[in-house]
């Protein structure tokens, strides 16, 4: 993997906001055909909140035991999943998160898969995560290779991406066509700045490519928005995707 820790793009995001000091962001991008990886981050860690962007790994971690019991998931848990990824229903992923086993739960889920930088937190949407942790999570879905996930459950998790309601589209999107996405944002309530995150598959350049870029210290949800695209554009292009 090409790892670096200088950045893509600059972290003002042209809001005039003069509050760029504080932006953080990870971003790694991932050629599905060659497996060729790279990464960039602009921080002293490449670890951020997760915000919803967890709540993939949530439904991935209830696919896992529905296949380890050998059901399908029932039409409750079917409905909550499309809520928590569609439309990002938070009430949906705690009762989903209850129903894994809470924090144990998904990270013993994130070690099958492969997970090794991803830690979760109590409250879920303060689990912590690496870009380059999120693309093993979308190789486990999008990928070619080996994963514990039966090919109903990445079907399944596959069809609930790329239904993602118009208002929640944004993100990795930007960065080539057909996409398939989950995104995140929230404040922190210790500093009123945002996380704003995204992860997905898109088509760029004749090949599927992962991407995923977390980020922080945005003084307002649309500043975020707008960095995370640039960032996603920029990486994607410099992996030669566009």
Request: charged residues 20%; glycine residues 12%.
């Amino acid at each position: 993997m090409d790892a670096r820790r200088e950045p893509l793009v600059d972290s003002d995001t042209g809001t005039g906001t003069g509050t760029g000091e504080h932006v953080t962001y990870s971003v790694a991008v991932r050629d599905t055909a060659t497996g060729r990886t790279t990464a960039h981050h602009r921080g002293p860690t490449p670890a951020h909140p997760s915000a919803s962007v967890v709540k993939l790994g949530i439904l991935l971690a209830l696919l896992l035991r529905c296949q380890d019991t050998g059901r399908e998931p029932t039409a409750q848990e079917r409905q909550s999943a499309a809520g928590m990824i569609e439309r990002s229903d938070n009430d949906a992923a705690t009762a989903l998160w209850h129903g894994i086993g809470g924090a144990d739960g998904l990270d013993a889920a994130h070690r099958r898969l492969g997970l090794r930088e991803s830690a979760a937190a109590r409250e879920w949407g303060l689990s912590r995560t690496t870009a380059t942790d999120q693309l093993t999570l979308l190789e486990a879905v999008f990928g070619d290779g080996a994963t514990p996930l039966g090919e109903r459950s990445r079907a399944f998790a596959v069809d609930l991406m790329t239904h993602v309601v118009a208002d929640q589209a944004w993100g990795v999107s930007v960065a080539g066509s057909a996409p398939a996405l989950k995104n995140g944002w929230m404040p922190l309530s210790a500093t009123g700045l945002w996380v704003v995150n995204s992860v997905g598959r898109v088509s760029a350049g004749g090949r599927e490519v992962l991407v995923a870029v977390l980020s922080g210290g945005h003084p307002t949800k649309d500043a975020g928005v707008a960095l995370v695209e640039r960032v996603a554009r920029a990486a994607v292009s410099a992996a030669g995707g566009r």
